[in-house]
């Protein structure tokens, strides 16, 4: 089997399942609408190339052989997913939605994108579960013959691209209800629902 076909199904597979990169999305969705949502994404993209970066040239080995610096990466991960549940959970039912059903729109300034961006990166990156996974998956296409930066570059790009693909359908999946949120009681009942996955995920978290 190709290199790159490999990783790719088994990337996507592994992408596409529900967790804390594509609930954050769902929830930013609902909240702020595609546009939060996108901004976010971006972010978790960033992040993943990241990790396949370290797993390229070896340093997640390092996270495996630390166990203290792994435990830190899941309380920081499991304690930024907390903060996201505080705030569903806080968040008023009359947040604005727009008298058609849609959620409010955040604002597409510069600091809010930027904190946005930011935010999506900082769930992923300190989330340690997809770093041991691409170890353990680019370590078996670079000994395919998959070792230059050239590879590296297309690896990212193959993230990215399907990351962004699958983050698209969530996001469309979660505007589908959007006529279902016209009523506050329902927004009200969602960012609770919501804020209980937030801390299942990160109690999940914790304890792997």
């Not at 992408?15 to 994404?41: E, H, K, N, Q």
Request: aromatic share 10%.
């Amino acid at each position: 089997m190709d290199a790159f076909f490999f990783f790719t199904v088994t990337y996507l597979l592994a992408a596409a399942a529900p967790g804390a990169d594509t609930m954050l999305i769902v929830s930013r969705t609902v909240v702020g609408g595609w546009r939060s949502a996108l901004r976010y994404a971006i972010g978790i993209a960033l992040a993943k190339t990241t990790m396949i970066t370290l797993a390229f040239f070896g340093t997640s080995a390092l996270l495996t052989a630390n166990p203290a610096a792994y435990s830190v990466l899941k309380v920081l991960g499991a304690a930024f997913l907390l903060f996201m549940a505080f705030k569903l959970w806080r968040t008023k039912a009359v947040a604005g939605v727009a008298s058609e059903g849609q959620p409010q729109v955040e604002n597409f300034g510069a600091k809010v994108t930027t904190a946005s961006i930011l935010g999506g990166y900082l769930v992923c990156i300190s989330n340690p579960q997809p770093l041991l996974f691409y170890s353990s998956i680019v370590p078996m296409v670079v000994a395919a013959g998959l070792n230059t930066i050239t590879d590296l570059l297309i690896l990212c790009a193959i993230v990215i691209i399907g990351f962004m693909a699958i983050a698209g359908a969530y996001i469309g999946l979660a505007s589908t209800i959007r006529p279902w949120l016209a009523k506050q009681s329902n927004r009200r009942r969602l960012n609770q629902v919501m804020a209980v996955v937030f801390v299942i995920i990160s109690a999940l978290l914790l304890l792997r």
